[in-house]
């Protein structure tokens, strides 16, 4: 694969996971109180998901560019 399809492929994900806390539309239907998660309501629970999703896939992002050498 060539780097910019490595790159549109995380970029994408990326933006789709974070679009569900930016946009308003998206974001009615994860703001509620109710259910609780692990002690949060549902809100907290899914910026707190948001945040761990995006960290992670900016952590194997960088591991697979590292592999591939194409890190400058």
């Known amino acids: ?24 539309p998206f974001f009615e239907f994860f703001n509620r109180i109710d259910p ?13 998901f948001v945040v761990l999703a995006v960290s992670t896939m900016l952590i194997i992002w960088y591991k697979v560019e590292e592999k591939r050498g194409e890190l400058e």
């Not at 780097?3 to 996971?17: K, M, S, Y």
């Not at 609780?36 to 707190?48: D, E, R, S, T």
Request: charged share 5%; glycine share 8%; with cysteine.
């Open 1 to 24: 694969m060539k780097r910019g399809t490595v790159t549109l492929i995380f970029f994408c994900a990326i933006w789709g996971i974070l679009s569900s806390i930016i946009f308003p």
């Open 36 to 48: 609780w998660v692990m002690g949060l309501p549902f809100v907290q629970f899914w910026i707190l």
